[in-house]
């Protein structure tokens, strides 16, 4: 893929011709079909479009948490579908963070604990991963909640919780699916500054929002309708030349 | 805009110029709503001429200072107590260009919605990064691209709502297909029929 500066950069996250059909003969769904989508490290994409329109779809391809039933879905340049299920799996802790609609917080554990546990799953040390867990809420606004309990933390720092879930280690693919959801415009907006900082500092996020507001913290948004994706838009390289020419139209 | 009221709210803060209150009045606002100096000195003869403000003396450099009266500040006060009037819409050319898209024959609604919410999104965009880049204590210019902000994301789910209407209509336009079991039946061999 060419950059803006002219050089070459693998995608952390490609799409080539992606489809998916869910059932077939007369109860046949087109969840998605024939989508190309790069995103490569740095880069915030956000998906939008109308309910059903293969937005959750797209990030369960995405994150292989779904196979595709046509076409390849590849992370940092290795084709899903060629992975058995234990290097899938390993894969999914290693390099791929997800933040979901809904928390899936560990009630029974600490915010630190629910943070750490991707990483002891996959074989830490139990004092590097809470070192590591640290860091991530850290890196989230919580260095001081590391030890309550979710059920003690108001929404917006449980939405925070999954968030640093989500970073945690060196993931270079984040995927969220309405982050923002139930959270206030000041507490979503803090969530959105933490993913873009990630995206500063090389990984790539795909954001899936009905919210046009949030959309427009990413780089590129796609919109997608009945599976297919129908329009792809950019800022203007002069963000400044907006209000001098004295309004947006 | 006010920019009588946006000049008299500067001069509350003590006497200027003509020039120092267009640069004043950008800075506050971010330059959204660009002023000539001519504008600035129309409207302050307009002003002197209601008696809200008068001239004050000029500097070395011949610059005509002006200041706020008391009828000026009761003006002010007036200004921001009361809401701003929705009584009349301000024209907005989207709407009437919708409007006149759904009722001319030959126009495709669908692109015109399409096209005009990925010019939105990108504005959208473009003020959204502005806002990251903006001074965090600068209050006045947040709140006014977060008004940008706010304005264009309505915008966008207006246009979906329309959208969203238009295939409800196209949908119910269309006759509808016949259900499996309503298809016409296949002549059977055996005489199976109903």
């Not at chain 1, 024939?34 to 059903?52: F, N």
């Not at chain 1, 196979?67 to 899903?80: A, H, I, Q, S, W």
């Not at chain 1, 609609?101 to 139990?126: I, K």
Request: proline residues 5%.
């Amino acid at each position: 893929m060419t950059t803006a500066t002219g050089g070459t950069v693998e995608p952390i996250l490609e799409l080539r011709s992606v489809g998916r059909v869910h059932g077939r003969g007369d109860v046949r769904v087109e969840a998605l079909a024939g989508v190309d989508l790069a995103v490569v490290p740095g880069e915030m994409l956000a998906v939008m479009g109308p309910s059903g329109s293969g937005k959750s779809t797209l990030l369960m391809l995405a994150g292989g948490l779904d196979r595709p039933t046509d076409g390849e879905v590849l992370v940092e340049g290795r084709p899903l579908g060629g992975l058995n299920r234990r290097r899938m799996a390993a894969l999914r802790r290693r390099s791929i963070g997800y933040v979901f609609q809904d928390l899936n917080l560990v009630p029974a554990l600490t915010a630190a604990e629910n943070v750490a546990l991707p990483l002891e799953l996959d074989g830490m040390s139990t004092r590097r991963a809470r070192q590591a867990a640290h860091e991530a809420l850290t890196e989230v606004g919580l260095q001081h909640f590391g030890e309550r309990f979710p059920d003690d933390m108001s929404g917006g720092q449980q939405q925070r919780v999954a968030i640093a879930r989500a970073l945690v280690g060196e993931r270079r693919l984040v995927l969220a699916d309405e982050p923002t959801g139930a959270l206030d415009s000041t507490t979503g907006e803090a969530v959105l500054r933490v993913l873009r900082a990630r995206c500063e500092s090389g990984a790539a996020v795909v954001l899936v929002t009905h919210e046009a507001r949030h959309a427009a913290w990413a780089d590129r948004i796609v919109f997608l309708r009945d599976g297919r994706l129908v329009d792809d838009t950019g800022p203007s390289a002069d963000a400044e030349s907006l209000l001098s020419r004295g309004g947006s139209r | 805009m006010s920019i009588k009221h946006g000049l008299l709210a500067l001069l509350d803060q003590g006497p200027r110029y003509g020039y120092q209150l267009r640069s004043e009045f950008e800075a506050r606002t971010g330059s959204t709503w660009p002023l000539n100096v001519g504008q600035v000195y129309t409207t302050l003869g307009r002003l002197d001429r209601d008696g809200l403000v008068a001239p004050d003396g000029e500097d070395d450099e011949g610059h005509v200072f002006y200041r706020i009266t008391d009828e000026g500040r009761l003006e002010l006060r007036a200004w921001f107590e009361a809401p701003v009037s929705r009584t009349n819409p301000p024209r907005d050319e989207l709407a009437i260009k919708l409007a006149m898209a759904v009722t001319v024959p030959g126009i495709d609604v669908g692109v015109v919605v399409q096209g005009q919410r990925t010019h939105t999104l990108r504005a959208l965009q473009d003020y959204t990064r502005l806002k990251t880049r903006a001074a965090q204590d600068d209050m006045a210019w947040q709140l006014v691209l977060e008004s940008l902000i706010f304005h264009a994301e309505a915008e966008v789910r207006w246009l979906d709502h329309c959208e969203a209407r238009l295939a409800r209509r196209a949908a119910e336009r269309e006759p509808a297909a016949p259900a499996p079991d309503e298809r016409p039946t296949p002549v059977r061999r055996r005489g199976a029929r109903r």
